[in-house]
T-cell receptor, first 114, second 114 residues
Framework: GAGVSQSPSNKVTEKGKDVELRCDPI?????LYWYRQRLGQGLEFLIY????????KSGLPSDRFSAERTGESVSTLTIQRTQQEDSAVYLC????????????FGQGTRLTVV | AQSVAQPEDQVNVAEGNPLTVKCTYS??????LFWYVQYPNRGLQFLLK??????LVKGSYGFEAEFNKSQTSFHLKKPSALVSDSALYFC????????????FGAGTRLFVKA
């Protein structure tokens, strides 16, 4: 596609439920990132995938969070047993397989846990 | 591990005046530095980057940034601010030899008054 696509754009879920967020990167971008942005705050690094290398999961806040990527395409971020503190905008970005290239961001998924 | 600091939560400037948004960073190797802008209800957009070469980098919408290695800074500047520049600005850093992990600052909200 022309840009990074995320779905759903909005998600309201009950506390304790699992949610799955999806990201379609720009075609040909082998690097993919997930960030969390709480209301009025900065971007918190969660995880990134680089080609076929093992992902850098150092930013995942707890074992309730996990992410997968199928080859060099779609990625899903899963949050199990959601808590109210998980409410935030989850942003996905992708970039070319070069360290000096900028990332292109999706519009994000706004997650609200009630 | 890399880190980035934006010391100002908010910057206020009058239209037509020059603006500066500050950023300092910490990396163990050579830095790759980026500025992104987030307009209300829109995704993050890339503004400019420093990879190597000239310390003064020019980017989109008339913005520029100056890389200062001795001060580990990468301040964003614009000679004449516009009301439409009002937005949330993020500085980001990636270690030059550390893969694609990109860390963002907390963001600085810029208000330009007419």
């Amino acid at each position: 596609g022309a840009g990074v696509s995320q779905s759903p754009s909005n998600k309201v879920t009950e506390k304790g439920k699992d949610v799955e967020l999806r990201c379609d990167p720009i075609s040909g971008h082998t690097a993919l990132y997930w960030y969390r942005q709480r209301l009025g705050q900065g971007l918190e690094f969660l995880i990134y995938f680089q080609g076929n290398s093992a992902p850098d999961k150092s930013g995942l806040p707890s074992d309730r969070f996990s992410a997968e990527r199928t080859g060099e395409s779609v990625s899903t971020l899963t949050i199990q047993r959601t808590q109210q503190e998980d409410s935030a905008v989850y942003l996905c970005a992708s970039s070319l397989d070069r360290e000096n290239t900028e990332a292109f961001f999706g519009q994000g998924t706004r997650l609200t846990v009630v | 591990a890399q880190s980035v600091a934006q010391p100002e939560d908010q910057v206020n400037v009058a239209e037509g005046n020059p603006l500066t948004v500050k950023c300092t960073y910490s990396v163990s190797g050579n830095p790759y530095l980026f500025w992104y802008v987030q307009y209300p209800n829109r995704g993050l957009q890339f503004l400019l980057k420093y990879i190597t070469g000239d310390n003064l980098v020019k980017g989109s919408y008339g913005f520029e940034a100056e890389f200062n290695k001795s001060q580990t800074s990468f301040h964003l500047k614009k000679p004449s601010a516009l009301v439409s520049d009002s937005a949330l600005y993020f500085c980001a850093v990636r270690e030059g030899t550390g893969g694609f992990k990109t860390i963002f600052g907390a963001g600085t909200r810029l208000f330009v008054k007419a």
